[in-house]
């Protein structure tokens, strides 16, 4: 919008008569506004002495906010012409001050007079009171839509009223009468179009060869390289042919044969500064010695603007063409007719004519157009013999990372920012460029260090202000009934259905919505998609952008609402599929109440809408958990409690399952967060049954941190009593879950399997995946650490795998057992793979912590198989990954300082090994001693390294767990060794070989029998 004002009007007034003065401000009035709608703009209001004009209202064009500098700067050459004569008349002066700022304003559809204007208004109104008289300030969101067309100097940062950040401003010196407000770059290399290349060639060679005209279009999306295109194909041309360009204007006055006269003044060699006599001559000369050359010349002057005398059609049509096959029977000619969807009827008229009749010379004529040609010219070229057309299809994925890398030059870009790019552009392109600027711009994209890298969230890449205007203008040149009607597919989503798009249009609408969206489809705006409901129809948005662009043109109250409705359609429609689309559902309705609550709107329906929003969100979420879906259920609980009243029962139970997501992905303060708030408000319903929910949430956290076994046994009988008495199979579940983890962690590994089989009886009947796999993952630990000889642990978990084929997380916790126990039989490549598919499942699930606590497993292979630098690596990564996640699970340290000690790094190995020890974790704990124990004894504290050892022994010989009472042994035989008391290391070593052979874990057998072999050798 531009905001002008008159400056010291009231000097004015005292020098002047009242009835002078108003003539003279009416005249000034006059002018002004004779300037800004010839550029486009429509007067707003005055407001005193000030004019208020508005650009894209009610027409929106890819270009307003140029429109608008050009016609601000050629009001201040207006108003010195007016002063000019006010001098002479009446002596006095006029001075106004002006502002050009561009932004958002909400327009009522219903009244496209009186526009809602928001803040954009007011920065303009305080911008155009900031400027000194004569001035024009450009606000920051103008300028960087014009720039390219402007010459400026910075004039802020402004502090304006009511602005708590200061304001950039630009102050305006020239603007060129021409050319784009952000010129397109041409300097990138280009990329792919091999294809389309060759086509041009062909067709060029063609012309050339058979001696006659054709006419070839591209057609094509904005910015998706037309152009472009063009420039390459022209490049080549060098030395081939003669070539001559014209382009079509979006806007302004007499510019049916613009494009023409640019070809015709390129042919001639006239230059801007010609007279009207001089270009005459010009094309005479052109011409040489034809017979006709002054009737064409002649007639070519209507062409060229040299004369007001309008002249029939068909003579200026003959004249150009005899113009054009006298050139061309000296050589080839190319013509290149850019952006003919903004020609004028006669201009196409005059292309079709020239490609129709020109026969026996060579000339190509090559047109570019957007592909509302062909809603303007549905016949275009047809009835052409040799007329063709080259759709251009966005660019393939590796051509825009190909466009990105070229962009953005040497410096490399995370692999990850690249896709989000891509993604967002899909292949346009223009669309490239400029979210790489405005990402640049914004500060988003930074350079560090010779690469890029992303400062902030790129998670989603919103419209750079160009591309908003360019679609916009699009969108806007449908009728109000096609904008309705993709206005209301955006609310759906980049996927749409006929009938929602129906059934959300008004009954009188709704038997027109078929034939809108074919026009939409002609327009290239949509495109028909396979659809997923059978006997309906199904559409996509050919550009994610485009829906972005209709849906930012609807109002918050009809979103609100439409949102709303569509929720209610695909509830109808997928009824007997509805879990499918509960999150989409979910989605739908959680955004109508955010908008309602936006809107203050919130009423009666707001806690409804809320409270179906939440169910939907919360069902969606409890499955992606059940599927151990990590990243998805934190997503969707989380939502789903956002909208749920605290207090509400069903809440308290939402947030214990957000709360054991949570803990799997590794945020557990947040974790620790939600689960007191479902205590406090479990507390305060006195419900029991939800406390003992809040409880089992409770071990969740507390699991990774060294519980108490004896503890965890009691509150899971505890709370299997609260829930049998509710007959709640899930709260079971959970409850005998943690008697069997309890047990597992007291090393009794019979009583644990009998728990775990009472949890995954109450899991299947809750219908609950997630807690049988968690019972399955203790069970797998259980089986490779208890007394089950290794073959027979083996094909107990091969017989789980059996009954779980095809659930991968089950598959995940069974190789875990697996890969210990095939690594203890030396079956090395067997285990490696086995752990790489284990900790790749847990990857793709999300279980972020589990897949730390992993690395322990994959290490125990390499371990085995003698790569300690390799086990080392391992488990140091996951351990940084727990520290990150602020996780205090003991779990890997006692084995990293096995490792440790084991390739020799022994005081390396001492500080993971006090953490174990530490930890209180009893499993972790005697392991750890008995890694410390041989540290202390190489420090030569004998008494402190026998003691470790012999507790760790004793705690061992507690759990029927035989690998560990094997390795407590070892430890206790080295110790003595290395105190030198090697007589009574034997028996140790004696004890280990034993209890490893009964486990059946060769690897270690062999290692102790060694020892032994050592000994006496
Ligand atoms: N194949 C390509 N390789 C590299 N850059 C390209 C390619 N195609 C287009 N570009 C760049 O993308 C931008 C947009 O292209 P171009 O101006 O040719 O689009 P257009 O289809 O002519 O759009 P419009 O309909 O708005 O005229 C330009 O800066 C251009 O240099
Ligand atoms: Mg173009």
């Known amino acids: ?32 506004r004779a300037v800004l709608e010839r550029h486009g703009g429509t007067v707003e209001k005055y407001i005193g002495d000030a004019i208020v004009a508005m650009f894209g209202i009610p027409e929106v064009h890819e270009d307003d906010a140029l429109r608008a500098v050009r016609a601000a700067h050629e009001m201040r050459t207006a108003l010195e012409e ?25 327009a009522e559809d219903t009244r496209p007079d009186a526009p809602l204007t928001a803040d954009a208004a007011n920065t303009a109104a305080r911008l155009e009171q900031a400027a000194s008289p004569g001035e024009v300030l450009l606000g920051d969101s103008t300028y960087r839509l014009v720039r390219d067309a402007v010459t400026v100097e910075p004039a802020g940062p402004l502090d304006l009223k009511g602005k708590a950040e200061p304001v950039p ?135 060229l603007g040299l004369t007001d005398t309008p002249a029939p059609a068909q003579e200026t049509f003959w004249a150009a063409r005899r113009l054009l096959e006298a050139l061309a029977e000296r050589g080839p000619v190319a013509i290149v007719f850019d952006d003919i969807h903004w020609g004028e009827a006669t201009f196409l008229d005059l292309v079709e004519y020239l490609a129709g009749w020109s026969t026996v010379v060579p000339i190509l004529l090559l047109c570019l157009a957007r592909p509302e040609l062909v809603e303007a010219r549905p016949g275009w070229g047809a009835g052409l013999p040799d007329a063709a057309t080259i759709r251009l299809e966005p660019l393939t994925e590796e051509d825009s990372e190909r466009l990105i890398d070229n962009l953005l030059g040497p410096a490399p870009l995370d692999e990850e920012v690249r896709a989000r790019i891509r993604q967002a552009a899909e292949g346009n392109p223009l669309f490239v460029e400029e979210i790489l600027r405005m990402l640049v711009d914004d500060g988003v994209l930074r350079r560090d260090d010779g690469r890029w890298i992303a400062a902030g969230e790129l998670s989603s890449i919103a419209i750079p202000p160009t591309i908003h205007a360019l679609l916009t203008a699009r969108l806007e040149r449908l009728s109000r009934e096609e904008r309705a009607v993709i206005q209301r597919a955006s609310v759906v989503g980049k996927v749409f259905w006929w009938g929602a798009v129906a059934d959300l249009s008004p009954a009188p609408e709704q038997a027109t919505v078929g034939g809108h969206l074919q026009a939409l489809v002609r327009r290239e705006l949509v495109r028909p998609e396979r659809s997923r409901f059978a006997g309906e129809d199904a559409f996509r948005f050919s550009h994610i952008l485009i829906r972005d662009a209709a849906y930012a043109g609807t109002t918050k109250e009809a979103r609100a609402e439409l949102h709303e409705r569509f929720a209610d359609w ?70 789903a409690t956002a909208l749920m009243e605290r207090g509400d029962p069903r809440r308290v139970e939402v947030v214990v399952d957000l709360v054991e997501a949570l803990v799997e992905g590794g945020l557990v303060d947040r974790a620790r967060e939600m689960l007191g708030e479902a205590a406090h408000d479990s507390d305060a319903l006195a419900d029991d049954r939800l406390r003992a929910h809040v409880l089992m949430g409770e071990w969740h956290i507390r699991a990774s941190e060294g519980p108490s076994e004896l503890e965890g046994e009691q509150d899971g009988f505890r709370a299997a009593e609260v829930f049998g008495k509710h007959g709640d199979d899930r709260g079971l579940a959970r409850a005998w879950a943690l008697v069997g983890a309890a047990r597992w962690w007291a090393g009794r590994a019979g009583a644990a399997e009998e728990a775990l089989e ?185 008494e402190e390294a026998e003691a470790l050892a012999r507790e760790a022994i004793e705690a061992a010989g507690r759990t029927d767990y035989l690998v560990f009472q094997g390795r407590t042994a070892v430890g206790m035989a080295e110790v003595l060794q290395i105190l030198g008391r090697e007589a009574e290391a034997a028996p140790f070593l004696e004890e280990a070989v034993r209890v490893f052979e009964q486990k059946g874990a060769t690897v270690w057998a062999d290692l102790a029998r060694s020892r032994l072999g050592g000994m006496h050798g």
Not at 236 to 241: F, I
Not at 580 to 609: F, S
Not at 874 to 898: C, H, K, N, V, W
């Open 1 to 32: 919008m531009v905001f002008t004002d008159v400056v010291g009007s009231t000097s004015l007034g005292e020098k002047l008569d009242p009835e002078i003065l108003r003539r003279v401000m009416n005249e000034y009035f006059d002018r002004m």
């Open 82 to 106: 007016l002063n000019r004569e006010l001098k002479d008349r009446q002596g006095v002066r006029i001075e106004a001050r002006t502002a050009v700022n561009t932004g958002e304003v909400l």
């Open 169 to 303: 401003a630009w102050r305006l010196l020239e603007v060129s009468p021409e050319g784009p407000g952000i010129a397109r770059s041409l300097d990138s290399p280009i990329v792919g179009r091999d294809r389309e290349l060759a086509l041009l060639r062909q067709a060029f060679d063609r012309a050339a060869a058979e001696r006659a005209c054709r006419l070839v279009t591209v057609l094509g999306a904005p910015g998706v390289g037309k152009t472009r295109l063009a420039a390459e194909f022209v490049a080549w041309l060098e030395g081939r042919a003669t070539v001559l360009r014209g382009r079509c204007l979006a806007y302004g006055e007499g510019i049916t044969y613009w494009p023409v006269a640019e070809v015709v003044r390129e042919a001639a060699g006239i230059a801007e500064s010609d007279g009207p006599d001089q270009a005459t001559a010009k094309i005479t000369a052109l011409l040489g010695g034809h017979e006709d050359a002054d009737t064409i010349a002649g007639r070519l002057r209507t062409v």
């Open 570 to 639: 695909l509830e109808r429609r997928a009824a007997d599929r509805l879990t499918e689309y509960e999150e989409i559902v979910g989605y739908h309705l959680e955004q109508a109440h955010r908008y309602r609550v936006d809107l203050g709107l919130d009423g009666e329906a707001g806690p409804r809408l809320a409270r179906r929003a939440a169910e939907r969100l919360a069902a969606a979420g409890e499955r992606a958990l059940a599927r151990i879906d990590i990243h998805a259920a934190i997503n969707l609980l989380s939502r």
């Open 758 to 942: 009472r949890a995954r009886q109450h899991a299947r009947a809750a219908g609950d995946p997630n807690v049988e796999a968690d019972t399955l993952l203790t069970l797998s630990a259980v089986l490779a650490q208890g007394p089950r000889p290794v073959e027979e642990a083996a094909s107990l978990a091969e017989a789980i795998l059996d009954e779980y084929a095809g659930n991968r997380t089950v598959e995940a916790y069974m190789y875990h057992a697996l890969a210990h126990l095939r690594s203890w039989q030396g079956r090395f490549d067997e285990a490696r793979a086995l752990a790489r598919r284990y900790r790749g499942i847990l990857r793709d699930n999300g279980q972020e912590a589990s897949w730390a606590d992993s690395s322990e497993c994959a290490a125990d292979v390499e371990v085995m198989a003698g790569d300690l630098e390799e086990a080392v690596r391992l488990m140091t990564e996951g351990q940084q990954r727990f520290e990150e996640m602020g996780i205090s699970d003991p779990t890997i340290l006692p084995f990293l300082a096995y490792a440790l000690y084991l390739a020799g790094r022994w005081k390396e190995a001492e500080d993971p090994a006090v953490r174990a020890v530490e930890s209180g974790q009893p499993l972790w704990r005697l392991l750890a001693q008995t890694v410390l124990a041989r540290v202390r004894a190489r420090q030569g504290r004998a």
